[in-house]
């Protein structure tokens, strides 16, 4: 099944302790891209990445690290996660830039 | 770069009444239009996109929209809601530019009243 994982789903941590959320896909799409979603905001694009080694900021990169060593793979890395990052954050993937995008099931984080 | 607006954070129908939410764009360069739909506690889903070629596009559920260049909007209509139509959707804008000019709207939360 064609689909696009995140881990972990739910999570709750601290101010400043280092978290990664993993992102995984399984249609051999080139194209990969973070989100953040938050109340009448929409979905704001954190980074993507348009193929392995590749990797750009989006409109709310700050705090936030990518990479992209794999095709399949694209973690997002919260090196001193603040209280406001706290959102719903969701992985993304499609061929090419602008054809449908598979979303992941979200992931919840709470930074306290 | 380009933006998306959609009139209405919330919209409420009864049950079997006609569906319309609203999106309006701003792009510099012809777009490309999707429509996603947000159940609760989930991913969004593709519900329809406009590319090239026709400008009324019909999607899954019923769904359909009209790209009007004229008036850079497209909107969503469905002519009979039902109940499992209650969900968020967004309406988003891509253009060839690159990664970054792929921009949602703000969403707009569709209740059915029975």
């Known amino acids: 099944e064609a689909q696009v994982t995140q881990n972990p789903r739910y999570l709750i941590t601290v101010t400043g302790k280092k978290l990664t959320v993993t992102c995984s896909q399984n249609?051999?799409?080139?194209?990969m891209s973070w989100y953040r979603q938050d109340p009448g905001l929409g979905l704001r694009q954190i980074y993507y990445?348009?193929?392995?080694?590749?990797?750009d900021k989006g409109d709310v990169p700050e705090g936030y690290k990518v990479s992209r060593k794999e095709k399949r793979n694209f973690p997002l890395i919260l090196e001193s996660p603040s209280p406001n990052q706290t959102s719903l954050y969701f992985c993304?993937?499609?061929?090419?830039?602008?054809?449908?995008?598979?979303f992941g099931q979200g992931t919840r984080l709470t930074v306290v | 770069a380009q933006s998306v607006t959609q009139l209405g954070s919330h919209v409420s129908v009864s049950e079997g009444a006609l569906v319309l939410l609203r999106c309006n764009y701003s792009?510099?360069?012809?777009?490309?239009l999707f429509w996603y739909v947000q159940y609760p506690n989930q991913g969004l889903q593709l519900l329809l996109k406009?590319?090239?070629?026709?400008?009324l596009v019909k999607g899954i559920n019923g769904f359909e929209a009209e790209f009007k260049k004229s008036e850079t909007s497209f909107h969503l209509t469905k002519p009979s809601a039902h109940m499992s139509d209650a969900a968020e959707y967004f309406c988003?804008?891509?253009?060839?530019?690159?990664?970054?000019?792929?921009?949602f709207g703000p969403g707009t939360r569709l209740s059915v009243l029975p």
């Open positions: 792009s510099s360069v012809p777009p490309y």
């Open positions: 990445s348009m193929n392995v080694e590749v990797t």
């Open positions: 406009y590319t090239t070629g026709a400008t």
């Open positions: 988003a804008v891509g253009t060839e530019s690159g990664g970054q000019n792929f921009v």
């Open positions: 249609m051999n799409h080139e194209y």
């Open positions: 993304a993937s499609s061929s090419t830039v602008n054809t449908e995008a598979f």
